[in-house]
């Protein structure tokens, strides 16, 4: 079976390991979920929806529980931001945040977490204030 960069794939867990855990892709073939890939549960025996993430030159796969590719992710990282402050009003969370703090309350990376940032503050969806994120106010056209 061919496999290429950003394929949905059945992930098997088999064990886990210093780096993260060894699973099997389709029941078949053996991949790496790095510890880094992962903001959720997971354990030996489960079964998970993954991505190919990397096919390296010895032929070994990495793989992610999370879309491949910048526009894939960025939009649902986004709504998940939003999402929060829409329920919250604010986000006790910034760029001085650590990756725990960040992995804790939103399930995804520091480095997720930024570019999410970064794009709802450049549609102006979002306020950056020293200690927290805001939602922006939406300004009503004059009548």
């Known amino acids: 079976m061919e496999f290429q960069t950003g394929d949905q794939v059945t992930l098997y867990v088999v064990k886990e390991t ?3 855990y060894n699973v099997l892709i ?7 979920l790095f510890s880094s890939e992962i ?9 998970l929806t993954g991505y ?13 529980l999370r879309p491949q590719g ?11 931001i939003l999402s929060h402050l829409e329920k919250n009003d604010f986000l006790e969370l910034t760029d ?3 990756p725990e703090e960040i992995g804790f309350y939103l399930e995804m990376s520091k480095k997720a977490f930024k570019k999410a ?8 969806r979002i306020v950056l204030k020293p200690d927290r994120i805001e939602l922006a106010k939406v300004q009503k056209p004059n009548s």
């Open 96 to 98: 001085k945040s650590t």
């Open 39 to 47: 903001f959720q549960p997971v354990h030996e025996g489960m079964q």
């Open 18 to 20: 210093d780096l993260g």
């Open 26 to 32: 389709e029941e078949s073939y053996e991949a790496l």
């Open 70 to 80: 910048f526009l894939n992710v960025i939009e649902k990282d986004c709504l998940t």
């Open 52 to 64: 190919i993430k990397n096919i390296r030159e010895d032929g070994k796969i990495d793989v992610s």
């Open 117 to 124: 940032v970064g794009a709802l503050y450049k549609r102006k």
